[in-house]
């Protein structure tokens, strides 16, 4: 499966954004998907994950209650609806997808990885 994040940009501190992760390739419903960002200077880190029905979710503890990661399968895409950003959400994010399982935070256990996509939180 192909992945290709899109939607970053440039928001002021308390704002939102919707960035996307679209697929392609075989089929999408099959895998589980996340998103990981990375800050300048540090390592990649797990934001959050969904299941491959989009029943089920995952959330790192820095975005619980902020963020929302959802997917419709007959796009073929995911979105991470990020709400209230702060200044130390600025990264780029990363979208990945693994065959079956979503209920993963380590970025070795992804298979699959988009380009990433700039989202940067001015205060």
């Known amino acids: 499966v192909q992945l290709q994040a899109s939607g970053g940009g440039l928001v002021q501190a308390g704002g939102c954004l919707r960035v996307?992760?679209?697929?392609?390739?075989?089929?999408?419903?099959?895998?589980?998907v996340a998103w990981f960002r990375q800050a300048p200077g540090k390592e990649r880190e797990f934001v959050a994950a969904i299941s491959r029905s989009g029943v089920s979710t995952y959330y790192a503890d820095s975005v619980k209650g902020r963020f929302t990661i959802s997917r419709d399968n007959a796009k073929n895409t995911v979105y991470l609806q990020m709400n209230s950003l702060k200044p130390e959400d600025t990264a780029v994010y990363y979208c990945?997808?693994?065959?079956?399982?979503?209920?993963?935070?380590?970025?070795?256990?992804?298979?699959?990885w988009g380009q990433g996509t700039q989202v940067t939180v001015s205060s």
């Open positions: 996307s992760c679209a697929a392609s390739g075989r089929t999408f419903s099959s895998y589980a």
């Open positions: 990945a997808a693994r065959y079956n399982g979503y209920y993963y935070n380590q970025a070795r256990d992804y298979d699959y």
